[in-house]
């Protein structure tokens, strides 16, 4: 018997009103529209120290019909952004009359496993880059367009349309090119610093309580691959970076900006955390 | 806020003529041994009060990582702290007090749970709780008084 099954057993013998409370994640298997998805993974081994053994996607901790619905697409809210995605990559704007798909073509093709392999070192920035800083240097540099505001509805969507083509793909970052490691440990350094009043950390949530009940949030482990997600409780597809800044304001910090060093950091360790992993966007959760 | 500025505060609240409601500062609670023997103001704790403030999701939220059978109608309780059925059979009130005040300085600074009555907090507190405690010191002995009626699992 491990730990936690133990840990379960108590909790349920101290409070025999609640025998439902503290559930294990489901062992379901997740196919969109019939094709398999990983949601459960060794995790990955290097560098080391991954504190879990396996990791896990956020479907398997969801009530049934939460499930249900991310396994049918046209049952996912977060398609029709998707769909409003396409319609941007394939959207003329700026002085040099281009879209996305005039140097990209066909994002079925020449998309496929991209999304799995941010955030990626950017050398010309120095740092790394997620789907929405690429984007914006796209649009600045090859477009000469106005690069997006955080959170515009164009910029989510036409991630969540990137990121959808790696569909089902395992989630595998360059950890070797230019200065990642040391972005990976500033984002370990973050992922357990104490943030707010309340004092808790990613880990205190995401580690340590997976598996536990929070009030009504049956607690993951916190990986990315299924952003921008489709959430339920915004009804709107929220963006990685909209869910960190919730995070570390719901432990009454005042939240870092989005795409500052800091959460960057931590994005590039976040995705490392969940390595082998699906993409999965856009994920449907709570 | 420094410990002299605190200190003047609580003098000016004692000046001010209100000595039933004189409050220990968070800074100056000691925990001894897993305990805080003194309550932190001079109004008894009122369990009814402690009840609400125990379920308030604004205020202690215990619910939101605790089970409590004596609120069994809220739904969808916590399970990342104990069961509080039957927590003053195992913990004095001194104790309670202690947890509730700073769990850390009680069982350690792995604990999840906040330290409802103590300015160790977390990096970056947003400006609207900077330099407040979570509970006043009156909530924190309300909700004490609650948690000693919690008895008999």
Same mark, same amino acid.
């Given at each position: 018997?491990?730990?936690?099954?133990?840990?379960?057993?108590?909790?349920?013998?101290?409070?025999?009103?609640?025998? =439902?409370?503290?559930?294990?994640?489901?062992?379901?298997?997740?196919?969109?529209?019939?094709?398999?998805?990983?949601?459960?993974?060794?995790?990955?081994?290097?560098?080391?120290? +991954?504190?879990?053994?396996?990791?896990?996607?956020?479907?398997?901790?969801?009530?049934?019909?939460?499930?249900?619905?991310?396994?049918?697409?046209?049952?996912?809210?977060?398609?029709?952004?998707?769909?409003?995605?396409?319609?941007?990559?394939?959207?003329?704007?700026?002085?040099?009359?281009?879209?996305?798909?005039?140097? +990209?073509?066909? =994002?079925?093709?020449?998309?496929?496993?991209?999304? =799995?392999?941010?955030?990626?070192?950017?050398?010309? =920035?120095?740092?790394?880059?997620? %789907?929405?800083? #690429? %984007?914006?240097?796209?649009?600045?540099?090859?477009?000469?367009?106005?690069?997006?505001? @955080?959170?515009?509805?164009?910029?989510?969507?036409?991630?969540?349309? %990137? $990121? +959808? #083509?790696?569909?089902?793909?395992?989630? $595998?970052?360059?950890?070797?090119?230019?200065?990642?490691?040391?972005?990976? #440990?500033?984002? $370990?350094?973050?992922?357990?610093?104490?943030?707010?009043?309340?004092?808790?950390?990613?880990?205190?949530?995401?580690?340590?309580?997976?598996?536990?009940?929070?009030?009504?949030?049956?607690?993951?482990?916190?990986?990315?691959?299924? @952003?921008?997600?489709?959430?339920?409780?915004?009804?709107?597809?929220?963006?990685?970076?909209?869910?960190?800044?919730?995070?570390?304001?719901?432990?009454?910090?005042?939240?870092? $900006?989005? @795409?500052?060093?800091?959460?960057?950091?931590?994005?590039?360790?976040?995705?490392?955390?969940?390595?082998?992993?699906? %993409?999965?966007?856009?994920?449907?959760?709570? | 806020?420094?410990?002299?500025?605190?200190?003047?505060?609580?003098?000016?609240?004692?000046?001010?003529?209100?000595?039933?409601?004189?409050?220990?500062?968070?800074?100056?609670?000691?925990?001894?041994?897993?305990?805080?023997?003194?309550?932190?103001?001079?109004?008894?704790?009122?369990?009814?009060?402690?009840? &609400?403030?125990?379920?308030?999701?604004?205020?202690?939220? /215990?619910?939101? /990582?605790?089970?409590?059978?004596?609120?069994?109608?809220?739904?969808?309780?916590?399970?990342?702290?104990?069961?509080?059925?039957?927590?003053?059979?195992?913990?004095?009130?001194?104790?309670?007090?202690?947890?509730?005040?700073?769990?850390?300085?009680?069982?350690?600074?792995?604990?999840?749970?906040?330290?409802?009555?103590?300015?160790?907090?977390?990096?970056?507190?947003?400006?609207?709780?900077?330099?407040?405690?979570?509970?006043?010191?009156?909530?924190?002995?309300?909700?004490?008084?609650?948690?000693?009626?919690? &008895?008999?699992?």
């Amino acid at each position: 018997m491990n730990k936690r099954t133990l840990a379960a057993l108590v909790l349920l013998g101290a409070s025999p009103l609640f025998t =439902a409370a503290r559930a294990e994640p489901v062992t379901e298997t997740l196919e969109i529209d019939g094709e398999a998805m990983i949601t459960e993974a060794p995790a990955p081994k290097d560098p080391p120290g +991954h504190p879990f053994d396996v990791v896990k996607s956020g479907w398997l901790y969801r009530e049934p019909d939460t499930r249900a619905m991310e396994a049918d697409s046209f049952e996912n809210p977060g398609m029709l952004n998707v769909e409003h995605g396409e319609e941007v990559w394939n959207t003329v704007e700026g002085e040099a009359g281009k879209s996305c798909a005039s140097c +990209h073509g066909d =994002a079925a093709e020449t998309m496929k496993g991209v999304g =799995a392999s941010y955030p990626k070192w950017n050398a010309k =920035a120095g740092k790394p880059f997620d %789907i929405e800083l #690429q %984007i914006n240097a796209c649009r600045t540099a090859q477009m000469k367009a106005e690069p997006y505001k @955080f959170d515009a509805r164009d910029q989510v969507d036409l991630t969540a349309y %990137i $990121k +959808h #083509q790696s569909l089902g793909i395992p989630v $595998k970052i360059d950890l070797s090119a230019g200065d990642m490691m040391s972005w990976w #440990q500033t984002g $370990k350094d973050r992922y357990y610093l104490r943030t707010g009043q309340l004092n808790f950390a990613c880990a205190s949530c995401h580690e340590k309580n997976s598996g536990n009940y929070l009030r009504a949030d049956h607690l993951s482990q916190g990986n990315s691959n299924g @952003f921008p997600t489709y959430r339920l409780k915004q009804s709107n597809l929220v963006s990685l970076h909209n869910r960190f800044r919730g995070c570390v304001r719901d432990t009454r910090a005042e939240p870092p $900006k989005a @795409f500052s060093d800091e959460l960057m950091a931590l994005e590039v360790y976040v995705a490392w955390r969940g390595e082998g992993l699906s %993409i999965e966007t856009p994920a449907v959760r709570q | 806020m420094n410990r002299a500025f605190k200190r003047s505060l609580v003098l000016i609240a004692v000046f001010a003529g209100a000595p039933a409601t004189a409050e220990t500062a968070p800074g100056e609670v000691t925990i001894d041994d897993m305990a805080v023997a003194q309550p932190v103001t001079a109004a008894a704790g009122d369990a009814i009060n402690g009840r &609400k403030v125990f379920a308030d999701r604004g205020l202690g939220n /215990c619910l939101a /990582c605790h089970v409590n059978s004596d609120l069994k109608n809220e739904q969808f309780q916590g399970t990342v702290g104990p069961a509080l059925d039957g927590v003053a059979d195992r913990w004095e009130a001194a104790q309670l007090r202690a947890i509730v005040v700073d769990a850390k300085k009680v069982f350690g600074p792995e604990t999840m749970m906040p330290g409802f009555y103590s300015l160790d907090v977390g990096v970056d507190v947003a400006e609207e709780f900077k330099d407040k405690t979570i509970l006043s010191a009156g909530d924190v002995e309300d909700v004490v008084a609650y948690l000693t009626t919690l &008895k008999g699992e």
